[in-house]
């Protein structure tokens, strides 16, 4: 469905690349719903559009009547990512949009709320510290956004989210936004909403297989000349590799560069400028390879990007699918390469549950298994668990120096 065909300004229309020029799913359920000015409750999976379907419709109440939306979002590069799109479809209008998040001048974020802006864009953290000193006044903000919901609730920003919206006026429109749907956030959202629209919308089978997943077993020592070898042969020019650990990534990231591939690591040790700047090169295939931890699994857009690789299985099995929808999204297709050892089995079994799809292993050419699955049983012998018994057992150093000197 077209965006013209919806009660929206043609300022707003007008300002929407060409590629954005019909309306996904959720944006052609939730924009009518939401213009209604109804309380919303939205769960679909990355990809789907959510950032226009609630951002074009909370636009346009506000060109109608002049007040102010906040949009809440759980990190730094998802709030920069929903301005630069609000901002881009504001753009011949004289609405505006700023974005406040950890990592940057406080002073500058304080300078740009002088100015009024009609939409917020915020991380918990950051703007806690700024109501706190009275850079913005929360009472006059009437639209509240809850963007990845499910992941504020995960990452621990709950408590920060119930303190900012005790200060939002008690008469609003409440929108939630999430990719998943677990029992507790089931609880904070009929606390939060008001007789909301319900909203569901799953990737239909074509969109699955626009992702084609290829998982290899391999030895967990053999995963990083397995990695480089396979970006080599396929000479591929943008691919986004997720990890688990921030230190993880940057040793990762300094053996693929020796390697001789253009690398870059990505992660919360990371200053904010750097963040941008790194994730830009990306974007602008300066860097080719991009090493990331979750901070990146959701919430990212990276125009056309063909290639995930998951160089460890995520111990969450949702993550797993937040990570391969970094690539395929808008009707595109792309691969999804996953190395698999036998200690991540339990991770594959849980994914391969939520996704419902087979997920079989197959072999990497080059690359022979020679690990051997865990029987779930210690290697250590009868006789040196006795003994790390009997170690354990002792009270003072001089009983560790008397039975040194009788070995």
């Known amino acids: 469905m077209p965006f013209s065909q919806f009660s929206l300004s043609p300022k707003l229309v007008a300002a929407l690349p060409d590629t954005f020029r019909s309306?996904?799913?959720?944006?052609?359920?939730?924009?009518?719903?939401?213009?209604?000015?109804?309380?919303?409750?939205?769960?679909?999976?990355?990809?789907?559009?959510k950032t226009l379907a609630y951002g074009l419709p909370l636009l346009e109440q506000l060109l109608e009547t002049p007040s102010k939306a906040l949009i809440l979002v759980p990190t730094r590069e998802l709030a920069s990512q929903?301005?630069?799109?609000?901002?881009?479809?504001?753009?011949?209008?004289?609405?505006?949009?700023?974005?406040?998040?950890?990592?940057?001048?406080?002073?500058?974020?304080?300078?740009?709320?002088?100015?009024?802006?009609?939409?917020?864009v915020a991380t918990p953290g950051r703007l806690l510290e700024l109501l706190a000193e009275n850079a913005l006044t929360a009472s006059n903000i009437n639209k509240l956004v809850l963007d990845e919901a499910d992941r504020l609730l995960e990452m621990g920003f709950w408590t920060d989210v119930q303190r900012i919206i005790e200060m939002l006026p008690a008469k609003r429109q409440t929108l939630m936004f999430s990719a998943t749907f677990p029992k507790l956030l089931e609880s904070k959202a009929k606390e939060l909403l008001n007789s909301p629209a319900l909203i569901e919308v799953k990737k239909t089978e074509d969109a699955e297989q626009?992702?084609?997943?290829?998982?290899?077993?391999?030895?967990?020592?053999?995963?990083?000349?397995?990695?480089?070898?396979?970006?080599?042969?396929?000479?591929?020019?943008?691919?986004l590799v997720f990890i688990g650990a921030?230190?993880?990534?940057?040793?990762?990231?300094?053996?693929?560069?020796?390697?001789?591939?253009?690398?870059?690591?990505?992660?919360?040790?990371?200053?904010?400028?750097?963040?941008?700047?790194?994730?830009?090169?990306?974007?602008?295939?300066?860097?080719?390879?991009?090493?990331?931890t979750d901070l990146l699994a959701r919430g990212i857009h990276v125009e056309q990007l063909p290639v995930v690789i998951n160089f460890e299985l995520p111990s969450n099995a949702e993550t797993y699918v937040h990570r391969i929808g970094r690539t395929a999204r808008a009707g595109q297709t792309g691969i999804a390469l996953s190395l698999v050892c036998h200690g991540e089995a339990e991770y594959l079994a849980a994914i391969r549950k939520v996704t419902q799809r087979e997920l079989a292993l197959q072999e990497l050419d080059g690359f022979p298994v020679t690990d051997k699955p865990s029987t779930g049983e210690s290697k250590r012998a009868p006789r040196d668990k006795q003994a790390n018994r009997r170690t354990s057992k002792k009270k003072s150093i001089k009983q560790f120096q008397s039975r040194t000197k009788r070995c």
């Open 210 to 239: 626009s992702i084609n997943e290829t998982l290899y077993l391999v030895n967990k020592g053999s995963k990083t000349k397995a990695l480089i070898d396979q970006i080599s042969r396929h000479n591929w020019r943008q691919v």
């Open 246 to 292: 921030k230190d993880n990534a940057d040793a990762l990231c300094k053996k693929l560069n020796k390697a001789g591939l253009n690398t870059a690591a990505l992660h919360g040790n990371k200053d904010q400028a750097e963040r941008e700047a790194t994730l830009e090169q990306f974007k602008q295939q300066k860097v080719n390879v991009l090493i990331a």
């Open 82 to 120: 929903v301005n630069d799109t609000l901002s881009l479809a504001a753009q011949h209008t004289e609405l505006t949009s700023t974005c406040i998040c950890g990592g940057v001048d406080k002073e500058k974020q304080k300078a740009a709320l002088a100015n009024q802006p009609s939409v917020i």
């Open 23 to 49: 309306a996904t799913e959720i944006q052609t359920i939730a924009i009518p719903a939401i213009m209604n000015k109804q309380d919303v409750l939205a769960i679909a999976k990355t990809g789907s559009g």
